[in-house]
């Protein structure tokens, strides 16, 4: 059983910038797929990064693209999203989530449904 625990949410002005982690039980980090996924008020979770273990290939929504940084130190068991240039769109509940990737298709790290272990999720609110 992998635990997830996120924290370095908060309220900043537009444009401002907020580093998340999500440190995990896992002794294993380096095997894990790691993905950030949001929620906002009403709106359905969806992802915002991933990192794959291995050849550490990354992805980001387009949104965030070019303003967002994903990065994990497997020493530390932590992963990192770095969030710069902020807008009040990105205003969400933030989750890290993680899995083994077995018998994962092609598409499923960018699906919440694609993991078996998340946070607990840590608030970003960001003002205009």
Request: include cysteine; charged fraction near 20%.
């Amino acid at each position: 059983q992998v635990q997830l625990v996120e924290s370095g949410g908060g309220s900043v002005e537009a444009g401002g910038s907020l580093r998340l982690s999500c440190e995990t039980s896992d002794e294993t980090t380096g095997r894990l797929f790691m993905g950030w996924f949001r929620q906002g008020p009403g709106n359905e979770r969806e992802v915002v990064s991933t990192i794959t273990p291995g050849d550490n290939s990354i992805y980001y929504v387009d949104s965030v693209e070019g303003r967002f940084s994903i990065s994990k130190d497997d020493a530390e068991k932590t992963v990192y999203l770095q969030m710069n240039s902020l807008k009040p769109e990105d205003t969400a509940m933030y989750y890290c989530a993680a899995d083994l990737g077995r018998n994962w298709g092609h598409f499923s790290k960018f699906r919440p449904s694609g993991y078996s272990y998340w946070g607990q999720g840590t608030q970003v609110t960001v003002s205009s």
